[in-house]
C-alpha cells in the first residue's frame, strides 16, 4: 500500500538560525561521546535531566592530585566520592592505589562493580551499614545549588567520614553556597576554581575544612564567613 503523503504546510520547519544552533549542538554533543564515553576514559555522556555537568580534564586532574597527595602518608586509605564521577574516574585512572569509592545516582556507574553504591541525595543515610565513617577523605559535588540538597550531602559526608573533625572533606559547589558550605561543615573556599567542560555560567568553588596551604592556592584570605 502506497503511503499517505503529509500535506507540507502540516510539517513544523526550523528558522535558518534555530537549525545552526541545533547543529552545533548535536556536534558538540558527538565531541563530547567521544571524550566521555570511551571505556580509556571511563566516563560516560553527560545527562543534563540529572543535572550532570562534567568537570573540565585540568580540574579532574587537579583534585586527584590534592586527594592523592593528602593520602600518601595514611595506610589503608580510603575516599568517598559523592556525586562527582569526574574525580571518581580520574583517580581510578591517574592513582589506581587509592581506594575510591563512588556513590552516584546514575546507574551507568554501576560498571565499577563493588567501587560504586547507588546515591540518591533525598536519602541521605540510606546507605549500607559498611560505609558508615569508613572514609578518610569525603569529597562531594551536590547535584542541585539548593540548600536543602547542600544540607543532605553534607549530612552524607559527616555519615561516610571517619571523624568529621579530623577526616579531609572536599566540596564542589557554587560560590552562592558559601554561607551553608561554612555553617554544614566549617569548610573555606580555595583561590583554586574548578572549571565545568561546558563552561556552566554560575561561578564554582572548592571548599575544604583543611588549609591546603600552597597547593590548590590554598585558602582565599578571608576566613570563615
Known amino acids: 500500500m502506497e503511503e499517505e503523503k503529509e500535506d507540507d504546510d502540516?510539517?513544523?520547519?526550523l528558522s535558518s538560525h534555530a537549525l545552526q544552533a541545533l547543529q552545533e549542538y548535536m556536534l558538540e554533543q558527538r565531541g563530547q561521546e567521544g571524550e566521555g564515553?570511551?571505556?580509556?576514559?571511563?566516563?560516560?555522556?553527560?545527562?543534563?535531566r540529572m543535572s550532570?555537568?562534567?568537570?573540565?580534564?585540568?580540574?579532574s586532574a587537579c583534585l586527584a592530585a590534592e586527594i592523592h597527595h593528602v593520602s600518601a602518608s595514611q595506610p589503608q586509605f580510603r575516599v568517598a566520592c559523592i556525586a562527582c564521577p569526574s574525580i571518581f574516574v580520574e583517580l581510578k585512572k591517574s592513582f589506581p592505589g587509592v581506594s575510591a569509592h563512588l556513590f552516584e545516582y546514575d546507574h551507568r556507574f554501576g560498571k565499577y562493580g563493588s567501587d560504586f553504591t547507588f546515591y540518591d541525595y533525598n536519602q541521605p543515610l540510606d546507605l549500607p551499614q559498611q560505609h558508615a565513617q569508613g572514609f578518610d577523605t569525603v569529597v562531594a559535588d551536590p547535584p542541585y545549588l539548593s540548600k536543602e540538597c547542600f544540607e543532605k550531602t553534607a549530612q552524607t559526608m559527616k555519615h561516610l567520614a571517619k571523624d568529621p573533625q579530623s577526616s579531609q572533606l572536599l566540596v564542589l559547589t557554587g560560590a552562592v553556597q558559601r554561607e551553608v558550605v561554612w555553617l554544614s561543615l566549617g569548610a573555606q573556599p580555595c583561590v583554586f576554581r574548578p572549571v565545568h567542560r561546558n563552561k556552566l555560567g554560575n561561578e564554582f568553588m572548592l571548599f575544604t575544612n583543611y588549609d591546603p596551604v600552597d597547593r590548590l592556592g590554598g585558602w582565599e584570605s578571608t576566613k570563615g564567613l
Open 37 to 48: 564515553d570511551g571505556e580509556e576514559s571511563g566516563m560516560v555522556t553527560e545527562d543534563w
Open 10 to 13: 502540516d510539517v513544523p520547519r
Open 52 to 59: 550532570q555537568f562534567w568537570y573540565d580534564a585540568s580540574t
